[in-house]
């Protein structure tokens, strides 16, 4: 029971194929208990997939961009929990124009609403949740990355948010540590995930971790990133922060082309 008694809220759990719902069921598998945030038009839809969870779950209205959400959901946690042992931020959106091969000519409003949602959300979230955490003794704040090293076809501004939030990561990890707080990312290679049917060259960046992945990469199948998030969550890996894990079958560290 790798996660018995501890408290998690994990944020972006959209449907069953998400990497964020892999990460709750596990971390119910290992004894956790949780809670799911949702937001706007998709709270019905995180409010169903909710229940099909080995332990239905309660889901919290959460926009990362509203000062008031988190303050409420941080109140509500509070009065729950009294504490919190661990945060996922699998949170991400991008406008269409920021997406799609068109990078030079995203206006700075489609530009802000990425960065805001997609790498601002993980400094306020920890800021929101900073002192249920250390109420915890610490606990762990893991968010969900897509290498951000390299320039990708269609990703475009998204990659940028990316390497901001990489880059965020390791500053929320410097601010936290104190408190014993670990700040960590895991770079998944592609998975089908609602986030993926977005991007125009989806089946392209397949088709690279086809060639080069030595441990081969199933995009269907998020368990092995979940697992890794689930482990970063855990009490297993306590001198680990301010850290990107890559769970991509190993593409991230070939040179070339493996056949």
Known sequence: MLLDDKRLVITG???????????????????????????????RI??????????????LELDVTDEGHLGQVASAIDERWGRLDGVVHAIGFAPESAIGGDFLQTPWDDVATAVHVSTYSLAALARTFAPLLAAAGGGSIVGLDFDATVAWPAYDWMGVAKAGLESCCRYVARDLGPQGTRVNLVAAGPLRTIAARSIAGFDTYQQVWE?????????????????????????????????IVHADGGVHAMGADLR
């Open 13 to 43: 759990v959209l449907n069953d194929a998400s990497i964020a719902y892999s990460v709750a069921r596990l971390a119910q598998q290992q004894g956790a208990e949780i809670v799911l945030t949702g937001v706007g038009r998709g709270m």
């Open 211 to 243: 060639k080069r992945a030595p441990l081969g990469w199933d995009p269907r199948d998020p368990e092995p990133v979940a697992r890794v998030v689930c482990a970063l969550l855990s009490d297993w890996t306590p001198a680990i922060t301010g850290e």
């Open 46 to 59: 995180t409010e169903r997939i909710a229940q099909r969870l080995p332990t239905p779950v309660d889901v």
